[in-house]
């Protein structure tokens, strides 16, 4: 009999793999699958990128490096926090992980713990409540408003902060909803954070794909409020999910903590990947351009087919590569004598009826919505928009 520790009970698996997992074997059963439950650009990392990477095995960079990252790679990555979001400090307020990921479970693991209370919004990504309950701390739930890019429902996140709250996670451009905050909403949130003596854990992942309005970082809005983490990634600017290299700035005496926890896990990060990522945060800057432009195309394709269809409502993200798609027309409809009752049952449909992947918003806490990613082709794109289409209007 194996008996496992009880933080495995504590947390879920992810719904997003698991979906990326029955698209695979439907694909291996011969069926040809249209998979939107991707949460990764379908572009190849850049040729500067690899060859950097190669040029890195030549040169030696073959060994550990130090736990928070090679310090030219912590020097870049102020030199391109400072270029691109406004945010000045110094590398000992930057710590370099395996992926954003990691950085937001060291952070997690550093600052909250038994009795304390963290707020994430809803709809959410998988990953957050996971990494609060892994710190032993409890997630508390707050709403958003759809009609207004999934920002706050500032009056719920008001009545939810007790004396145990300790850290507020955001993420504009968000995952999954596409949503970008606006900057009174930002301001409002570092307000809420800086009056209530709070971490604000700012997840930018998605930084490079704001469409309407520039990328702002509340980093940059308030420089002076201590109690704040800014999370990058190369995975979704550069193409580079495979690399895992992520960081993090924040307090000298957290990035310390963090690296002190790291080091005693997973030592540092890929030490080639390390060199490769200078190589993205300080070359040629037109390749993260140029997939945004990419990107936005699409995404205006996308929401232009989904429009059209009876029954499905579908707002424009302001970022990222996802729709999410209000899918509460199709509740209590039915066809094949299958009753849809939630998001669940309507992925479910569309991947066995329509042979294309999404996800349920049920996986980031949500009830009325399903996420499309639209890093795909625009051939795939409209080929999985004419399939939902169909199968839909057999619905009644
Ligand atoms: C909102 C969000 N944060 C963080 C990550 C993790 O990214 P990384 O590949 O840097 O670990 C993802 C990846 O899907 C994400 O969607």
């Not at 997690?108 to 994430?120: A, P």
């Not at 596409?178 to 209530?196: D, F, M, N, P």
């Not at 849809?340 to 992947?357: C, F, M, R």
């Amino acid at each position: 009999m194996i008996t496992l520790a009880d933080r495995v009970s504590r947390v879920k698996g992810s719904a997003t793999l698991a979906m990326t997992t029955r698209a695979a074997e439907l694909r291996a059963a011969g069926v040809d699958v249209l998979n939107l439950s991707v949460g990764e650009p379908d572009f190849p990392t850049p040729p500067h990128i690899i060859a950097a990477a190669k040029q890195a095995m030549d040169d030696g960079y073959t060994r550990y490096t130090p736990g928070p990252g090679l310090p030219q790679l912590r020097e870049a990555v102020t030199v391109k926090l400072s270029r691109d979001n406004g945010i000045v400090v110094p590398p000992e307020q930057v710590i370099v992980s395996n992926g954003a990921k990691h950085s937001l479970f060291n952070a997690c693991m550093v600052l909250f713990q038994e009795g304390d209370e963290v707020i994430i919004f809803t709809p959410y990504w998988v990953s957050f409540p996971e990494f609060v309950h892994l710190s032993h701390a409890t997630p508390v739930i707050v709403g958003t408003d759809p009609d207004r890019q999934f920002e706050p429902l500032f009056d719920e996140l008001a009545q939810k902060i007790t004396s145990r709250t300790k850290g507020i996670i955001m993420n504009s451009p968000s995952n999954p909803t596409g949503g970008v905050w606006s900057r009174a909403s930002l301001e409002r949130i570092i307000e809420v954070a800086r009056s209530h003596d709070l971490w604000l854990f700012s997840d930018e992942c998605y930084e490079s794909l704001s469409y309407d309005a520039p990328f702002e970082s509340p980093a940059a809005i308030a420089p002076d409020y201590e109690k704040l983490l800014t999370f990058q990634s190369c995975s979704k600017t550069y193409a580079m999910t495979g690399w895992r290299i992520g960081y993090v700035t924040g307090p000298k005496e957290v990035v310390a903590a963090m690296s002190k926890i790291q080091g005693q896990s997973t030592s540092c990060p890929n030490s080639i990947a390390q060199i490769a990522a200078i190589a993205a945060l300080t070359g040629d800057q037109s390749v993260v351009a140029e997939m945004k432009d990419a990107f936005n195309r699409r995404r205006h394709l996308i929401v232009e087919q989904l429009s059209r269809i009876p029954n499905l409502a579908c707002r424009e993200p302001g970022g990222a590569f996802y729709v999410f798609l209000n899918v509460s027309g199709l509740v209590g409809k039915q066809a094949n004598g299958t009753r849809i009752k939630s998001p669940d049952d309507v992925t479910e449909y569309l991947l066995t009826e329509a042979h294309v992947a999404t996800v349920s918003g049920e996986a980031f806490g949500d009830s009325e919505h399903i996420r499309l990613s639209y890093a795909a082709s625009d051939e795939n794109l409209m080929e999985a928009a004419n399939r939902i289409k169909s199968v839909v209007a057999r619905l009644n």
